[in-house]
């Protein structure tokens, strides 16, 4: 069975599934922003975050009653950069039955970074990624976007200025989702990556303007990859990106090109793909334009903030797809920079 084939197949079963059975947590069923607040120890979290000790939070729904949990800071760059880090959310063993967090045991939150306006689009810009990505291949990571109020027990107890964030799908609900299993390995043997998924998130990650990503495993990582999970399915290893912040699209106040990579600002687009099949990158290619309208929907809807430039997104998506029009060219400019 070819690798295109393989993933194909993978695809429809998993979507028969979903159709048949639904998913075991009504979170991610909704792109309909969730209102929250968070109670606890916020400063504490922050000033330890280099121990990422955990400590006990409340998180409430607007019109429901409070859930118990822990929090912890989480991420390696953004702990560097960020005044505000991002945060794990951790229901375990916590009576999350009947509640939107049903199923749910430990998931990923983005935050704002700092207090800056620009700082607060950015979150909504990385948002954007995962959904476009959502709608490019099924076994992509779903999201949900968060109004948060934090409450600093530490501090006064009132409620700071509310932040957008977003919380990201499990790798172990998406690995169940699509009928697949999370594969923790050294590295990738290229011969069993799954060619079709593979082109498209290549594909993908050029449209986003995003060179923060390899299939190579990062320094003091015991498995691959950097930014890239790898999910084992019908026999191959399919990859799912994640983590956006410095991509083009996002183009945060700290983001900076990798000094490996030869361009100047993270606007610039670079390939950064390994070399594949003429045939399958342009099948690649052809799947994201067609998504044109879809994608551009997806970025003139997204909530603005402060004085966040929403335009940007829109132009800059534009700008992928006008380039994209003479395939011949861009997939040989792909052919020539692929690794």
Request: glycine share 6%; proline share 4%.
């Amino acid at each position: 069975m070819s690798s295109a084939a393989g993933l194909t197949k993978v695809f429809v079963v998993a979507a028969t599934m979903i159709a048949a059975q639904g998913f075991a947590s009504p979170l991610f069923d909704d792109h309909t922003p969730l209102e929250i607040t968070l109670t606890g120890p916020v400063h504490a979290v922050i000033a330890g975050k280099r121990e990422r000790e955990e400590f006990h939070f409340r998180i409430t729904l607007t019109g429901g009653g409070p859930l118990e949990l822990k929090v912890r800071v989480r991420g390696n760059s953004r702990l560097r950069v960020c005044d505000f880090p991002p945060l794990r959310l951790d229901f375990s063993g916590q009576a999350v039955e009947n509640t939107l967090f049903q199923g749910q045991k430990r998931l990923k939150l983005v935050t704002h970074c700092n207090d800056r306006s620009r700082d607060a689009g950015n979150v909504i810009d990385e948002y954007l990624a995962y959904r476009i990505f959502n709608a490019v291949s099924p076994f992509s990571y779903r999201t949900r976007l968060l109004r948060i109020g934090y409450i600093d027990t530490d501090g006064t107890g009132d409620a700071a200025q509310s932040r957008w964030g977003f919380l990201i799908e499990s790798n172990e609900d998406l690995a169940s989702r699509m009928g697949a299993t999370v594969a923790e390995i050294a590295g990738v043997p290229y011969s069993r990556v799954d060619h079709e998924q593979a082109a498209l998130m290549y594909v993908f990650e050029y449209l986003i303007g995003n060179t923060d990503w390899s299939l190579v495993t990062s320094l003091n990582d015991d498995h691959c990859c950097h930014n890239v999970d790898i999910f084992e399915a019908g026999g191959q290893y399919v990859v799912v990106p994640y983590d956006f912040d410095l991509a083009g699209l996002v183009d945060a106040s700290y983001a900076k090109p990798d000094p490996s990579v030869p361009i100047r600002s993270v606007r610039t687009r670079r390939y950064r793909g390994y070399c594949l099949p003429r045939d399958v990158l342009t099948a690649a290619l052809h799947r994201i334009k067609a998504l044109q309208a879809e994608v551009i929907a997806l970025a003139d809807a997204g909530p603005a903030d402060h004085d966040h430039d929403t335009s940007w997104r829109s132009s800059y998506l534009r700008e992928f797809f006008e380039r994209a029009a003479d395939e011949v060219r861009l997939i040989s400019d792909f052919e020539r920079r692929c690794l």
